[in-house]
């Protein structure tokens, strides 16, 4: 597929990072000898999205839907089965040397929980600064500085960098975790559920860190999530995945107000009501996802789909573009 | 009418190795819960509310100790039952959900064996009709095919229905109150719903009251008709659901329901400033006090005492504020 | 808005959970170890000015088989008796001592810092270096240690250095396993992601993360591997294949005294039996000590 196969981007300039295709399949074995394979996972079969710089793409989905296999290609932890990442216009699987250096000091990541992203034996300081000392040579008192602006930035005093990560709550070590992924001048930072370890009142302070954030620094964000209120709240555009594939795509308010995908639906009923008087409709799908290694012929939604046709089970639907910027696939539409 | 629970000034203490330290998890708690209503308590980690539960239900850890108040449940105390005693009203007029259904099951017991133990013990069912009473249980948490599914194991099932499972060991004695301590975190948002639609469900059909823990407002905007606020180890606001959710009177209820996202809207959310306090030690006053945006010097010096709220009726807030 | 108290957040962080976990901090020293220990490190290293004789000469002008002073026939020069040659009992404990922990420490370094090594390689590149790495531990372990060490014993000839050497290269399969398992958790840990997501190289991931997260259990396996190696060189010694006479080694002196057992003159069995049990003891105790401060998993139990 050509870069024109991305719709959703309103903008003209070139994305960030642009994903075309991307697929990934892990041998499913088991243990004999000889190991004999039976199968594959498709944990990401063919998802195409790109991210603009200053933007930030939620993506949504439950457990098995392949976000946190996505994550992982983006991050270069797995290599893609087929398909292509590109960041500002080069494909990242062939970098190598410098360039590949340019891109981990680019593109960082926050993870969920906040109590194993933090070295227990390192000081806080050493934590920010880590990333500078591969990436950079600035002195020691250099690099102090920079982990002072960063921690400023994050909301926390300088002071704290001689701690070690113990001495915190969740939320301040999500606010050094932000830091660290800050410190290098990222341009992209792949938030992996970073508020659903954290107490509510904590949430939206690190939201709204992140928004400020993004506002101050031009970051763009991939905001990986299960919570469709909390994904949609902070997001741009949201791509719902469902069983590795992403079935609709749109600017996050149209998606709130006109969700087209049936599964896109679903997730909106299951999703808890701000306030005891709000409508709810009774929940239409009924059954858990399927597993990934045997995924259903067809629309992969179809066994659960209210709405199901025919040929759903026969017939896989591409995503089309529906609206501007907003694509879904189904046959419905 | 009697309310099924009452709860008066409970207070529930870990006691250090020695007595050194004291941490008051639980101060002067006092509600009610009628038959059949539905109780959430919101809070943030280390507020309380899980101890508030396990005082309940009697499964304290060792340090901690309830050191006064009263828990009448059904015109007994509680608080005053021996183990043994606590024992048999656990289960089969009180049983408990707990958050990770994985920890909850047994591996080594087929899930016949878990779902039968109760009723086996607190009611006495045997042979032919614990079978019996085993299928309809597992049929009334929406297990497909029970007759085969009560042969298997708890690894051989999803999360989802795992947790189905531990629904149907808390009814299997006929509680006639089922605390559920954060039972939908660890599930997937359709199956949390399919979840939270079930027990609505067997609630009706069995009239057991509920006490449903959780840090998320929209669970108790879903499923509850009372609310409970905790704050370091204290209730700040209590009081009809559609009361709270409409007139918060205290600043941290209005402040969590301020940092709750709305679907399709990006205004900026309300952060509550600050950490949650350490139980050890806490600010003096009004515990949350620092991190209120609409504190008062005398704040930071008395207690506020807890008022019934006119404007709305049956809505108990513990503010100084506004008063 | 962030309070800086360590104790506020730290002890927040606890109260969800039984406040037990702190206590550790409180907990005593071990003495009864300790109290072993100390005694027996200041009697080695100082053994050259705590001895009365020298250890390796006939006291002159003693008889031999000379019983303990406080027995009939004792002689208060010399406390604890004197052996077969004539030479002070008292003083070879001193200086046996000194043989005893030196192996014991040192062969304690050599089995773990090979051990650790191989763990944390094996651990960490995994696919090939790990298959490799643990069959050779799994074939290792197979081989009778005392046995294997005899046989490179004889081979190298006996010295105190070739002993320390042989018994870090039978006794650090331990560490590879234990090290490997740490590692292979390790890895999977975000802190450990992060730095690979943010570049590091593989020495800079095992310098600054793996490495120092590891050392907790080496030190506790340190621990309780120095009783076993202490062990091991009596043994050894004791065979005839260890420490070279006329040194002096607890276990040499057991094997010396042997023979006279039957005739009654249990001190030249007893007392440097009782030495290597005490050391042993103690180095176990402060282990288990060792393995309840350090060990995160146990710490809260």
């Known amino acids: ?333 | ?323 | 808005m962030v309070s800086l108290s360590p104790q506020t957040s730290a002890a927040a962080a606890a109260i969800g959970r039984p406040p037990i976990a702190w206590l550790s901090q409180f907990r005593g020293l071990p003495l009864l170890p300790l109290a072993i220990l100390v005694p027996f490190v200041l009697i080695a290293v100082f053994a050259d000015y705590i001895a009365p004789y020298d250890p390796t000469e006939p006291v002159a002008g003693m008889k031999i088989f000379i019983p303990p002073a406080w027995m009939q026939g004792g002689d208060i020069r010399v406390l604890l008796g004197t052996d077969f040659q004539g030479r002070d009992v008292l003083s070879r404990l001193i200086f046996g001592a000194r043989v005893s922990l030196i192996v014991g420490v040192m062969g304690t370094v050599v089995a773990g810092g090979i051990g650790t090594a191989l763990g944390i390689l094996a651990g960490y590149l995994g696919g090939w270096a790990d298959l490799v790495i643990m069959r050779l531990t799994d074939a290792w372990l197979a081989l009778p240690a005392l046995v294997f060490a005899i046989f490179l014993a004889t081979m190298v000839g006996p010295s105190m250095w070739n002993i320390i050497i042989i018994l870090g290269l039978v006794y650090w399969t331990r560490y590879a396993r234990v090290i490997r398992g740490e590692v292979l958790s390790l890895r999977e840990r975000e802190f450990v992601k992060l730095a690979e997501i943010a570049g590091a190289s593989s020495t800079r991931v095992i310098r600054r993360h793996i490495l120092p997260n590891v050392l907790n259990s080496a030190m506790v396996l340190a621990s309780l591997t120095i009783g076993v190696v202490i062990i091991a060189e009596a043994s050894l010694s004791f065979l005839g294949v260890g420490v070279p006479p006329p040194e002096p080694a607890w276990g040499s002196m057991l094997a010396d005294g042997r023979s006279m057992l039957m005739v009654g003159a249990w001190w030249l069995t007893v007392l440097p039996g009782l030495c290597i049990m005490m050391v042993v003891l103690a180095t176990q105790l402060l282990g288990d000590w060792l393995r309840i401060r350090l060990d995160p998993q146990l710490r809260n139990l």
């Open chain 1, 1 to 333: 597929m050509k870069s024109g196969s991305n719709p959703q981007r309103v903008s003209m300039s070139p994305p960030l990072l642009e994903v075309e295709g991307l697929t990934k399949h892990f041998p499913v074995t088991i243990a004999l000898f000889p190991r004999r394979q039976i199968g594959w996972v498709k944990a990401v079969d063919g998802i195409d999205f790109a991210v603009d710089p200053g933007e930030t793409l939620g993506v949504i989905g439950e457990s098995g839907c392949g976000k946190t296999t996505t994550s992982k290609l983006i991050l270069l932890q797995e290599g893609p089965t087929s398909g292509a990442i590109r960041f500002d216009g080069e494909d990242i699987a062939g970098l190598a040397g410098p360039e590949l250096m340019r891109y981990r000091r680019e593109v960082q990541v926050v993870f969920q929980d906040p109590y194993s992203s933090l070295s227990p034996r390192m000081r806080v300081g050493e934590i920010i600064a880590e990333p500078l000392q591969i990436h950079t040579d600035l002195s020691r008192a250099a690099q102090q500085e920079r982990v002072a602006e960063v921690l400023d930035l994050v909301g926390l005093r300088p002071e704290v960098a001689a701690l070690f990560p113990h001495e915190f709550s969740g939320g301040q070590r999500q606010r050094i975790a932000i830091a660290r992924a800050l410190v290098t001048n990222t341009r992209l930072i792949v938030l992996d559920e970073p508020v659903s370890a954290l107490d509510v009142s904590i949430r939206a302070q690190i939201m709204n860190q992140l928004e400020e954030l993004q506002a101050r620094l031009g970051v763009s964000y991939i905001f990986i999530g299960h919570d469709l209120a909390t994904v949609a709240h902070i997001s741009h555009r949201i791509a719902v995945m469902y069983l590795g594939q992403i079935v609709e795509m749109a600017d996050s308010l149209e998606l709130c107000e006109k969700p087209l995908h049936p599964y896109t639906q679903a997730l909106f009923t299951a999703a808890l009501p701000a306030h005891p008087d709000d409508k709810r409709e009774k929940l239409t799908i009924s059954g858990e996802v399927p597993s990934a290694l045997s995924p259903p012929s067809g629309c992969r939604f179809h066994p659960r789909c209210p709405k199901a046709m025919s040929r759903c089970a026969v017939d896989a639907p591409e995503r089309k573009e529906v609206a501007p910027g907003h694509s879904v696939a189904c046959h419905l539409y």
């Open chain 2, 1 to 323: 009418m009697q309310p099924l629970l009452e709860v008066t000034n409970l207070e529930t203490h870990y006691v250090s190795f020695g007595g050194a330290r004291v941490i008051k998890a639980v101060d002067h708690v006092s509600f009610t819960l009628n038959e059949g209503e539905t109780l959430g308590i919101v809070g943030e980690s280390g507020c309380g509310k899980t101890t508030t539960c396990l005082s309940i239900v009697g499964l304290l850890p060792p340090a901690a100790r309830i050191v006064g108040g009263r828990i009448e449940f059904a015109g007994k105390d509680l608080a005053q039952l021996s183990q043994s005693e606590m024992r048999r009203v656990r289960g089969a007029q009180i049983a408990m959900i707990l958050q990770d259904p994985m920890v909850s099951l047994n591996p080594l017991f087929s899930i016949y064996t878990q779902v039968a133990e109760p009723a086996y013990y607190h009611r006495s069912i045997r042979g032919r009709s614990l079978r019996q009473r085993v299928r309809q249980l597992l049929d009334a948490v929406r297990i497909p095919s029970p007759a085969q599914r009560m042969r298997e194991y708890p690894h051989q099932m999803s999360g989802g229905m795992r947790q189905r499972i531990v629904g149907a060991i808390a009814l299997a004695g006929g509680p006639r109150l089922i605390v559920a301590d954060e039972p939908t975190t660890n599930l997937d948002v359709t199956i949390q719903a399919q979840y939270l639609d079930l027990l609505k469900e067997l609630q009706q059909e069995t009239g057991v009251a509920v006490i449903f823990v959780t840090h998320n407002l929209g669970i108790v905007a879903r499923m509850c008709d009372k609310l409970a606020v905790m704050y370091a180890g204290k209730i700040v606001e209590a009081g009809a659901v559609r009361d709270l959710f409409n007139s918060p009177q205290h600043p941290y209820t209005k402040g969590l329901l301020g940092s709750m996202p709305k679907l399709g809207s990006k205004e900026k959310l309300f952060a509550i400033p600050g950490q949650p306090p350490d139980l050890a030690s806490l600010p003096s006053g009004c515990a949350f006090h620092p991190r209120c945006t609409e504190a008062m010097p005398r704040c930071s010096i008395e207690e506020p005492g807890e008022i019934r709220v006119q404007s709305a009726k049956g809505l108990d807030v513990a503010a100084a504020v506004g008063s």
